[in-house]
């Protein structure tokens, strides 16, 4: 018994010292790397392409990732610029003469001025078809669409479908 335990423990230490002098990705890649993609950049280890975390992280213009995933402050979109975005998309919609968003949070409701001609009957397709293509834009808002010059408050809105 006390053999296997001595057996057991040379195979431990052994096999903890072979794991330990070798690099993580199992070649011996450093900073002074003889791979010539690591010669051309600096000889600072962020520099070299031997990292994981930079080959698919969205961060250095390699990314295999859902695009409304924020991953970064520079990725984060501002409320302004997806209302903008919203705005134009619904604006090349045959029948829209204007709109106006409003987004907060996670809701954005979009107010749709038709055309002077547009008939009254057809508000309803008018508004599936812009909640479409407004949802199809940005799905990461819940959208609710309205159609004509009613009055409009988006925080009441908001509140309806609570």
């Not at 335990?5 to 070649?27: E, H, R």
């Not at 984060?76 to 907060?104: C, H, L």
């Amino acid at each position: 018994m006390r053999r296997l335990l001595i057996w057991f423990l040379l195979f431990t230490i052994f096999g903890l010292g072979l794991t330990a002098c070798t690099s993580p990705l199992g070649t011996d890649e450093g900073p002074e790397s003889t791979h010539p993609q690591a010669q051309q950049k600096g000889k600072f280890r962020f520099q070299t392409d031997n990292y994981r975390y930079m080959t698919d992280d969205g961060r250095h213009g390699i990314t295999n990732r859902n695009p409304n995933l924020r991953v970064g402050e520079w990725s984060r979109p501002s409320t302004g610029g997806d209302e903008r975005r919203i705005r134009e998309k619904v604006k090349q919609i045959k029948g829209v003469r204007d709109a106006k968003v409003s987004i907060t949070g996670g809701h954005a409701a979009i107010r749709v001025i038709p055309d002077a001609g547009f008939p009254k009957d057809k508000y309803e397709e008018l508004q599936e078809h812009v909640l479409r293509e407004a949802t199809f834009l940005m799905p990461r808002y819940e959208i609710r669409v309205r159609v004509g010059m009613s009055k409009w408050n988006p925080m009441r809105f908001f509140n309806k479908g609570a």
